[in-house]
């Protein structure tokens, strides 16, 4: 059994390597990453609500153009908090989400917080939802171990709630939440 997930956990890290160096594969030199990101998801079905979480949210921000991309395997979400509604299938697949701050670059020198808008699309390989929020960030550190606490989240409406899911139809609203997540700055080497 512990094979057929090491097997899992290493086809999802290719898969978003891909994905990731396909978007970096450009001219951006640098940018913040983490491959632990903390997430919180909310399920409201009106009467009752399942909270879910993890801490592998591969995250990656580009500081240059204030633009960022985020990755995360429905499989690595775990309930911290259920109620009497649930999905009778879990999604299959990647969820990513790519999107762009409303700043024109990241400041990456000590600063004080910042708090911005940004938009964004989700994807699950089925379906695009275009996706808007306020995104914090602080940069923590100094000298060259620069680092940034960056946090966001969205809300998804019953009428951009992806389809195809069992369960799905009595869920009024989800909310996503990516808690201040901790990114190292890394240098990409084209």
């Given at each position: ?11 999802l890290?290719l ?14 030199e ?20 399942v ?8 995250l ?32 299959a ?7 762009r ?21 989700l ?5 695009e939802i275009p ?7 602080q940069?923590i550190?100094?000298g060259?171990?620069?680092a ?29 939440q990516?808690m201040?997540?901790?990114l190292?700055?890394e240098?990409?080497?084209?």
């Amino acid at each position: 059994m512990k094979t057929a997930g090491l097997i899992k956990q290493f086809v999802l890290l290719l898969a978003t390597c891909l994905v990731f160096s396909q978007v970096y594969a450009q001219d951006e030199e640098h940018f913040f990453q983490t491959k632990g990101g903390e997430i919180i998801v909310r399920l409201d079905f009106g009467d009752s609500a399942v909270q879910l979480k993890s801490n592998k949210l591969l995250l990656l921000l580009d500081y240059d153009n204030a633009v960022f991309k985020a990755a995360l395997s429905p499989t690595t979400l775990k309930a911290v908090e259920a109620g009497s509604g649930s999905f009778t299938s879990q999604p299959a697949g990647e969820f990513s989400l790519s999107g762009r701050f409303e700043v024109d670059h990241i400041e990456t020198g000590n600063h004080e917080p910042m708090e911005f808008q940004f938009t964004g699309v989700l994807t699950n390989g089925r379906q695009e939802i275009p996706v808007s929020g306020i995104a914090q960030l602080q940069h923590i550190g100094g000298g060259g171990e620069v680092a940034c606490l960056l946090g966001f989240g969205f809300n998804l409406e019953h009428s951009q709630i992806p389809t195809g899911y069992s369960g799905v139809e009595n869920l009024q609203q989800i909310k996503v939440q990516v808690m201040q997540t901790v990114l190292r700055r890394e240098k990409q080497k084209n």
